[in-house]
């Protein structure tokens, strides 16, 4: 009985037993729906094959994307205010704070950067939308500050990548003063002569869009990007208008002369190195 017990049974067991699948090989695309092997995806930035939308990317993949040999250096940001209005809704802040800190493994909304692009070196702010929706808090107004003092004392290029629903309506007033705080540092790199430059991926509205991300020397966007202030419902409910087709989205800014480019992901480490080469 042991030698079936022990040999026998496991190996009938085996041959019977359904190989387990993993559950993370296929993403669906949110645009067309169709469902895309992680490896073809991978291999292609995170871009459908099937109708060129564009998925959003996180911090280390955006900036492993455009940094020379994802070689770069993280620069230490100030630590804001946790919860400076004691801000409580379905649960407390400090403990939403804490959950996307855990599921993120980022301190918040926020990373600067600094490195190379086509050998032009740059300060790079990027965006975490995975992090309550990319929202506009103290530390977003930190990490845009101390970015625009490094890129002055290293005196190269300033390049910000936003990724935001808008202000964070748990910091309230505090949130909203980000908007003139990053605008004057903004105006800081533009004094010094250096280049600024935007890359507007989806989505960029609400004060984000409102400051600092439409102040760009150069303001670049990814297809399809959702770029606008308000909702295009809440608009039409305002002026009481049907809007055009495709109304904010970065090609229909590009055609009203308010963005200056569209570039596909696979070309902006390119056409940005390109610029820097020509501005630096």
């Known amino acids: 009985m042991s030698w079936i017990t022990n040999f026998v049974r496991p190996k009938i067991q085996a041959l019977m037993r359904r190989n387990e699948v993993p559950d993370n090989l296929w993403t669906k ?23 060129n939308f ?32 004691k801000f409580k809704d379905s649960k ?36 975490d939308f995975n992090f309550m929706g990319g929202s506009m808090g103290m530390a977003v107004g930190e990490a845009i500050l ?13 390049l910000v990548i936003p990724a935001s629903g808008g202000a964070r309506m748990q910091e309230g007033i505090l949130s909203l003063m980000q908007m003139p705080r990053t605008t004057i540092a903004v105006e800081k790199v533009k004094k010094a002569g250096l280049p600024y430059i935007t890359l507007l991926t989806d989505p960029t509205t609400g004060g984000v869009s409102a400051s600092f991300a439409m102040l760009g020397d150069i303001s670049i966007a ?54 820097l080469g020509h501005l630096a």
């Open 54 to 85: 564009h998925m959003r990317l996180t911090v280390t993949q955006r900036l492993d994307l455009l940094f020379d040999e994802k070689t770069y250096t993280k620069v230490a940001l100030p630590k804001a205010l946790s919860d400076p209005l």
């Open 146 to 158: 101390t970015g625009a003092d490094l890129a002055v004392k290293s005196k190269c290029p300033y």
């Open 29 to 51: 695309c949110s645009s067309c729906g169709h469902m895309l092997f992680h490896r073809d995806l991978e291999q292609n930035q995170f871009v459908c094959h099937h109708c």
């Open 222 to 275: 990814e297809p399809g990007a959702m770029i606008g202030f308000a909702g295009a419902r809440v608009i039409e409910e305002t002026i009481r208008q049907k809007l055009p087709e495709g109304f904010q989205s970065a090609e229909y800014l590009l055609s009203h002369g308010i963005i200056d480019m569209v570039t596909h992901r696979r070309d902006l480490a390119k056409t940005i190195g390109t610029l």
């Open 92 to 127: 407390k802040y400090v403990d939403r704070l804490k959950e996307y800190r855990t599921k993120t493994g980022n301190d918040d909304v926020m990373t600067v950067a600094y490195g190379q692009i086509s050998g032009h070196p740059v300060v790079i702010a990027v965006f």
